[in-house]
């Protein structure tokens, strides 16, 4: 039998972002020898404008199961924080990533994010009527390949809790 | 223990309802015990805390082959008390119009109203803000109690759409005990008993403890 991994826990919200009405676009990423068994590879939560504190609640659930041959490419959870306004407009807000825990139990995960600047006429334009660059490729947020060309700013920090269920390492001889 | 800590002022009326309800576990195959309730209607107290408590007792047993779909209990440690702190929602409207004129549908809650604290799909523009207590005759769709549990599949992926604007306004408090049988013999490892790996900040900005 391969070994197995169970993923569930969920996105809690987001802290730390300038901009209100805040949803989150999320997906996992895997290596070639990872197989989705059970649960869907990405989601996006609702909108929340909080009315207490200023932090944004989505209490978005995540519930993944793979199988794996491996340990190369293990998953990595990758986040696209927006905002949207009263007219339904949305603005990026930040890109963040995190990997999945390694070790069984409860985390909690502070995943910091980041914006790309433009030139500083687009940091003008996006401080009066908004937008601003986005990325054409999202890998570039869980990869380190192609970061150079970048130039970013920080955003704010989504917070999760991950439970991590790990099935027969200990056949491979992985100890986690 | 499920005890509200905290509401915003626009919800003085101070009354409450809780109704725990757990999500869809595809590969359950026995349970045991009341998997939802409704609980009694509180009003806040009187002192200084200002606290809203139900008190409301959940003792459940579940058998399973597989923990996909199954509570974000299966991870916590065996034989831990967990306290959770549950974040609760309210749609929102998109029209300023909806929004002023929903006052006047406000009403004391119904048996088989709505209940604050699930979420509900709204199209962009469509149906009142729920920020109170509807009366039946509000026009929505069939209430579908979407806790935030359910989350996997399609289905509930679409129903969770961008179009779906909610604010956050208040927390349940949970406190429970977990207890496993027969984890380790299939196999699973869910990690030795205090393991609760913290990274950055310590808590969350907002979250009440």
């Known amino acids: 039998a391969m070994a197995e991994v169970h993923v569930i826990g969920q996105i809690m919200g987001a802290t730390g972002f300038s901009e209100s009405s805040l949803f989150c676009k999320w997906g996992i990423h895997t290596g070639a020898a990872w197989k989705l068994l059970s649960g869907v590879r990405e989601g996006q939560t609702q909108v929340d404008t909080p009315q207490i504190g200023d932090m944004a609640y989505w209490s978005h659930p995540?519930?993944?199961?793979?199988?794996?041959?491996?340990?190369?490419?293990?998953?990595r959870l990758?986040?696209?924080?927006?905002?949207?306004?009263?007219?339904?407009?949305?603005?990026?807000?930040?890109?963040?990533?995190?990997?999945?825990?390694?070790?069984?139990?409860?985390?909690?995960?502070?995943?910091?994010?980041?914006?790309?600047?433009?030139?500083?006429?687009?940091?003008?334009?996006?401080?009066?009527?908004?937008?601003?660059?986005?990325?054409?490729?999202?890998?570039?947020?869980?990869?380190?390949?192609?970061?150079?060309?970048?130039?970013?700013?920080?955003?704010?920090?989504?917070?999760?809790?991950?439970?991590?269920?790990l099935r027969h390492f200990d056949r491979y001889g992985v100890e986690c | 223990m499920v005890k509200e800590t905290a509401l915003p002022a626009a919800a003085q009326r101070g009354e409450?309802?809780?109704?725990?309800?757990?999500?869809?576990?595809?590969?359950?195959s026995s349970s045991q015990g009341l998997e939802e309730g409704i609980s009694q209607i509180t009003s806040k107290s009187q002192d200084a805390r200002r606290a809203l408590v139900w008190n409301f007792p959940i003792d459940v047993t579940f058998k399973s082959t597989n923990p996909y779909g199954c509570d974000t209990a299966v991870c916590e440690n065996i034989c831990f008390r967990h306290k959770k702190t549950i974040p609760m929602f309210v749609p929102e409207s998109v029209s300023k119009l909806q929004k002023f004129t929903r006052w006047d549908q406000v009403g004391p809650p119904q048996s088989d109203g709505w209940m604050p604290g699930t979420r509900q799909h709204t199209d962009a523009g469509a149906g009142p803000s729920l920020e109170g207590w509807p009366r039946p005759s509000v026009p929505l769709s069939p209430p579908q109690p979407l806790l935030p549990v359910r989350g996997a599949g399609p289905a509930n992926a679409a129903l969770l759409s961008s179009v779906t604007r909610v604010r956050s306004q208040g927390f349940v408090t949970l406190l429970f005990n977990v207890v496993t049988k027969d984890m380790r013999k299939l196999g699973y490892d869910t990690g030795p008993p205090d393991t609760q790996g913290v990274s950055g900040p310590s808590t969350p900005q907002g979250l009440p403890r």
């Open chain 2, 16 to 28: 409450g309802r809780g109704s725990p309800e757990l999500g869809h576990w595809p590969s359950l």
């Open chain 1, 62 to 75: 995540i519930d993944l199961h793979f199988a794996t041959k491996g340990l190369q490419g293990w998953p």
């Open chain 1, 78 to 165: 990758h986040l696209q924080v927006w905002s949207q306004d009263s007219f339904g407009r949305c603005q990026l807000a930040g890109y963040g990533f995190c990997h999945v825990p390694s070790s069984p139990g409860t985390h909690q995960l502070d995943c910091p994010t980041w914006r790309p600047l433009g030139s500083w006429r687009e940091q003008l334009a996006r401080a009066f009527v908004g937008g601003g660059p986005q990325l054409l490729h999202g890998d570039a947020i869980y990869s380190g390949a192609d970061r150079y060309r970048l130039h970013t700013a920080a955003g704010g920090t989504v917070h999760l809790e991950l439970g991590l269920l």
